[in-house]
């Protein structure tokens, strides 16, 4: 499967660049802030569903090998822990949101309300879109600005 951006047409750029004090010249107009101000010591939230969990593996797994630090559950909560208590702190931490944007993280029981946590908080939400689904009105509604 291939992952490709919703929105932000510099997604690799703004990845591979988190913690990096560079300029860059955005001329992609595109409605998601660029990530590379994120600094190392940081992390970056990871938001999926569950039935897409080796996906969501594949991009910790990129992120991490270029130094990016990922929290993404059920690995990066600590044992006995409750979700509905890490979550929330981890949203709250996270320099930045990755939204595996899909049929099946729209119609999850907890996506929708990472992501609502997170837009509340003020947190940069990156969306990639995984397949061709529809976006739905709530999630345009979530992307929108």
Not at 15 to 39: A, F, Y
Not at 60 to 80: D, F, R, Y
Not at 81 to 105: R, T, V
Request: aromatic share 8%.
């Amino acid at each position: 499967m291939v992952i490709t951006p919703h929105l932000n047409k510099n997604w690799h750029t703004d990845l591979s660049n988190i913690g990096e004090d560079i300029d860059i010249e955005d001329n992609s107009n595109s409605t998601v802030p660029p990530l590379h101000k994120i600094p190392k010591d940081s992390f970056v939230f990871i938001s999926y569903s569950s039935r897409e969990i080796e996906i969501a593996n594949q991009l910790k797994h990129i992120l991490e090998t270029n130094g990016i630090t990922c929290w993404m559950a059920p690995q990066s909560i600590p044992a006995g822990s409750d979700y509905g208590n890490e979550i929330p702190k981890a949203i709250e931490k996270c320099k930045a949101f990755l939204l595996l944007l899909s049929d099946a993280s729209q119609n999850s029981n907890w996506v929708p309300k990472e992501v609502g946590l997170a837009i509340g908080k003020g947190k940069i939400v990156v969306p990639f879109q995984i397949d061709n689904a529809t976006i739905s009105e709530a999630f345009n509604f979530y992307l929108t600005n």
